[in-house]
């Protein structure tokens, strides 16, 4: 590895810090303000109750028609249809596939029907999938793995056919994750590759774990350019 990889994967390990430095503080503050939110909540609820019962007296005890159909739209997930977002995917000369079109970002608890897999972005769960160097060795779940790419993360997957990806890859991939930052990798047998590496609208296929894209791919997705959500938790997801 030369001086620039050395320079470029420093950045990358600062940059990863600090974010995880403003997620702790983040935390923090959230933690102070509910404690004083909480004393203000309780202090204020008589009052409140008074308030309502009062209100709701005067408008004919209910919401409007129009308010009713404006909470039920908001509610109301979107069809299948419209989470495939329109666009294309095409490659660039190194192979690396680029979504045409903004990926939808709705938060949703239903099943996607992604039109590529893995799926590269779109609606997806309100929770996202652990995904700090985390390896799952069962296929985990598209819609919370899509909220972790929106987070920034990159995801290794792998078939699991015998004459596909091989285990001694599949050892050496796990590892490079377990070491790597806003990665995760799990198995999934529905892809059209043996080994493929996936961010929020990008995919490559790379035919091992020595392949020197994979490097390259992380240097560049992790918490890249790419992201929606940079510096989003990967930690304290869940998959539901």
Not at 83 to 89: I, L, P, R, V, Y
Not at 99 to 104: A, F, I, L, N, Q
Not at 154 to 175: C, K, M, R
Request: hydrophobic share 35%.
């Amino acid at each position: 590895m030369g001086p620039a990889d050395k320079t470029g994967n420093a950045a990358r390990t600062a940059r990863i810090a600090e974010m995880r430095r403003a997620e702790q503080a983040r935390a923090r503050r959230t933690r102070i303000l509910t404690v004083a939110v909480s004393a203000v909540v309780v202090a204020g609820l008589a009052a409140g109750g008074v308030f309502l019962v009062r209100s709701q007296s005067d408008d004919g005890g209910g919401a409007s028609v129009k308010d009713t159909a404006e909470d039920t739209a908001k509610n109301t997930p979107k069809d299948t249809a419209d989470a495939k977002s329109s666009g294309d995917f095409p490659a660039d000369a190194d192979g690396v596939h680029t979504w045409k079109g903004e990926p939808s970002r709705n938060h949703v608890t239903r099943s996607v029907d992604y039109p590529v897999e893995p799926p590269v972005g779109g609606d997806h769960h309100p929770v996202w999938l652990n995904c700090d160097a985390q390896v799952y060795t069962e296929p985990v779940r598209n819609e919370n793995a899509v909220h972790a790419l929106e987070h920034g993360a990159v995801w290794v997957t792998y078939t699991e056919e015998a004459s596909e990806a091989s285990e001694a890859d599949v050892a050496a991939l796990a590892a490079k994750v377990k070491r790597t930052p806003y990665t995760f990798m799990s198995p999934d047998d529905r892809q059209k590759d043996p080994i493929m590496l996936t961010a929020w609208g990008v995919q490559r296929s790379v035919t091992g774990a020595g392949d020197p894209h994979v490097d390259a791919f992380l240097q560049k997705y992790v918490q890249g350019a790419q992201t929606p959500e940079p510096g989003a938790s990967c930690t304290g997801g869940a998959m539901k």
